[in-house]
């Protein structure tokens, strides 16, 4: 089955620019999503369709995809970026299966 | 306004059978393209997919553990079944059902509910 690989943690400085990658096979040709996971809390949707974004989500928060990587980019971070973050993908292979990424922390320093 | 609500056991024993109900508002399951689905969280680790429901009851499961899901659906009273079989301690983790609209991605979810496996 089809795996996404994120790295477990990124630390930024307020104001500053975090990026999170997820690695998958030809992930470009896939649409890539992301949700922010606060602790003791249900994941939220932040991107989608790669660099769209929901209402009620800042511009901060971006999106882009090609080849091997997706990456979610959050600009002028801000203490309340902290949390967890994990891309997503629908594999439509025969599985036809919904694949989460394996998780990043970011950890506003 | 889109709510979803996971109710449960929060203990089960090994080798008991599961059963989850996903109560929504909001939504309609009869609405084309619409699907309801279940991912679980064991604690400190991530996310995983489990199942998902279609508008037309069409259902798909998560490859590794479909010989032990089955996903149902009653649209008169908005709720959504996930039974797991064989629960076994490393079943032990939160429960999240959310709604997908068309385009695969889930944009609302329930607040989760914690399932512990133990005897």
């Known amino acids: 089955s089809y795996v996404l690989t994120q790295p477990p943690s990124v630390s930024v400085a307020p104001g500053k620019t975090a990026r999170i990658t997820c690695g998958g096979n030809?992930?470009?040709?896939?649409?890539v999503h992301w949700y922010q996971q606060k602790p003791g809390q249900a994941p939220v949707l932040v991107i989608y369709?790669?660099?769209d974004r929901p209402s009620g989500i800042p511009e901060r928060f971006s999106g882009s995809n090609s080849g091997n990587t997706a990456t979610l980019t959050i600009s002028r971070v801000e203490a309340g970026d902290e949390a967890d973050y994990y891309c997503?993908?629908?594999?439509?292979?025969?599985?036809?299966?919904?694949?989460f990424g394996t998780g990043t922390k970011v950890t506003v320093l | 306004q889109i709510t979803l609500k996971e109710s449960g056991p929060t203990l089960v024993k090994p080798t008991q059978t599961l059963t989850l109900t996903c109560t929504f508002s909001?939504?309609?399951?009869?609405?084309?393209?619409?699907?309801v689905g279940w991912i679980r969280q064991p604690p400190g680790k991530a996310l995983e997919w489990l199942a998902l429901?279609?508008?037309?009851?069409?259902?798909r499961y998560s490859p590794s553990l479909k010989s032990r899901l089955t996903i149902t659906k009653d649209t008169s009273k908005n709720q959504v079944v996930l039974t797991m079989t064989n629960m076994d301690p490393v079943d032990t983790a939160t429960y999240y059902c959310?709604?997908?609209?068309?385009?695969?991605?889930?944009?609302?979810w329930g607040q989760g509910t914690l399932v512990t496996v133990s005897s």
């Open positions: 369709y790669d660099r």
């Open positions: 909001g939504f309609s399951l009869s609405t084309s393209g619409v699907a």
């Open positions: 959310a709604h997908r609209k068309p385009g695969y991605y889930f944009d609302y």
């Open positions: 429901i279609y508008w037309d009851d069409d259902k």
């Open positions: 030809n992930i470009g040709s896939k649409g």
């Open positions: 997503q993908v629908w594999d439509s292979s025969s599985d036809r299966e919904y694949v």
